[in-house]
């Protein structure tokens, strides 16, 4: 009996372990063949030279999920003209960037210069229309 219990235990360890590995790499990663823009890291002296838009969130942000068909719109749109990037604030390696922008709340847009300079930043949705005006005043085209 007892040798049965170990066994089921040391199983549901087993899958969990397993669960929480694959789970993390699914949501850190691009669906093959989908509309849907990766969660990636930033680094301003690496993306200078162009204008930045950053996407500040989680990946349980409802908001953060229906700011990423306007995102893949955008960067459809802009393609090689502007950067733009989703930042999962739920990974360690970017709570740098969480302090640097203030993010008490996601998801937070951030606006990047092509000098690397903070242009504007607000926390919440935005329509493409919104974003694509900030852009125009960017000076993007």
């Given amino acids: 009996m007892k040798k ?4 089921a235990i040391i199983s549901v360890i087993v899958l969990a372990l397993v669960g929480v590995y694959f789970g993390k790499n699914y949501m850190d990663k691009k669906s093959k063949g989908s509309n849907v823009l990766e969660w990636t890291s930033f680094d ?3 993306e200078k030279g ?3 838009l950053l996407e500040l969130g989680t990946t349980t942000c ?3 999920k229906q700011m990423n068909p306007i995102l893949v719109s955008l ?12 930042i999962n604030l739920e990974r ?3 709570y740098n960037i969480a302090v640097k922008y203030n993010a008490m709340a996601v998801p937070v847009m951030v606006f990047i210069d092509e000098k690397g300079n903070d242009f504007y930043k607000q926390v919440g949705y935005m329509s493409e229309e ?8 960017m000076g993007v085209k």
């Fill in 75 to 86: 960067d459809k749109k802009y393609g090689e003209k502007v950067n733009i990037k989703k």
């Fill in 50 to 52: 162009k204008p930045t």
């Fill in 62 to 64: 409802g908001v953060c």
């Fill in 44 to 46: 301003v002296q690496k």
């Fill in 4 to 7: 049965q219990y170990k066994i």
């Fill in 92 to 94: 360690q390696d970017n």
């Fill in 130 to 137: 919104e974003i694509v005006k900030i852009l125009d005043s």
